[in-house]
């Protein structure tokens, strides 16, 4: 979130101009659907402010180019603790879902626009806050060290031009398990987690 605005925020979305969320693009939290009120655009920093990360779903293209966006579904929301890695969208492999909860213990969103999201994944769908609380919760280590090594793979990956898609990620943090999360990155162990996975996929695919 870039700006709060009247009835709308400005958002950096990766694209060449900011991209608003308007008010009434949003589930008010506890889902409820009804007419917006001058209440609900004084208490507008109360959801979100300047800093906060969210993930979003592209509503509409305006002519200029500029982008509307909205957050109508419960998965869709304010995001709280993770890490975030910014790629190039060219590498992001499109797919009909980008939410996916890797069987390692965390989840990643896989942004259109290079952003990724890695973050613990949640121990329940919380459906009634509709999106809008962030657990602030000390993230353990054992997760933290997920995390961690999910970015490092996610980094190796990009940097030998391979895809990003669940399944090249998840064979990325499989071929890295012998490396200690900090050697990753070394360009040598980078070059074979990355040969091991790309193998991997071909033997998939084959």
């Given at each position: 979130i870039l700006q709060v605005q009247q009835k709308r925020w400005k958002v950096e979305t990766n694209s060449r101009l900011d991209s608003v969320?308007?008010?009434?693009?949003?589930?008010?939290?506890?889902?409820?659907?009804?007419r917006r009120s001058a209440e609900d655009e004084l208490a507008m920093r109360d959801y979100l402010q300047e800093g906060d990360l969210i993930s979003a779903e592209v509503q509409s293209v305006f002519s200029d180019g500029a982008v509307s966006l909205h957050t109508r579904s419960l998965k869709y929301g304010k995001?709280?603790?993770?890490?975030?890695?910014?790629?190039?969208?060219?590498?992001?492999?499109?797919?009909?879902?980008?939410?996916?909860?890797?069987?390692?213990?965390?989840?990643?969103?896989?942004g259109n626009n290079g952003f990724i999201w890695i973050y613990p994944t949640p121990e329940q769908k919380d459906e009634e806050a509709g999106g809008f609380t962030t657990n602030s919760e000390p993230v353990p280590l054992s997760d933290?060290?997920?995390?961690?090594?999910?970015?490092?793979?996610?980094?190796?990956?990009?940097n030998q031009k391979?895809?990003?898609?669940?399944?090249?990620i998840l064979y990325c943090y499989e071929a890295s398990l012998p490396h200690q999360i900090k050697d990753i990155l070394k360009p040598e162990v980078?070059?074979?987690?990355?040969?091991?996975?790309?193998?991997?996929?071909?033997?998939?695919?084959?």
């Open positions: 969320l308007l008010l009434s693009s949003m589930n008010l939290p506890g889902g409820e659907l009804r995001l709280g603790q993770g890490v975030l890695v910014q790629v190039s969208p060219s590498l992001v492999k499109r797919q009909k879902t980008h939410f996916h909860d890797l069987p390692c213990g965390a989840s990643v969103i896989l933290r060290e997920v995390i961690s090594r999910l970015r490092n793979c996610i980094v190796a990956l990009v391979l895809m990003l898609f669940d399944t090249s980078m070059e074979e987690i990355v040969l091991e996975t790309r193998q991997r996929l071909l033997n998939l695919e084959g």
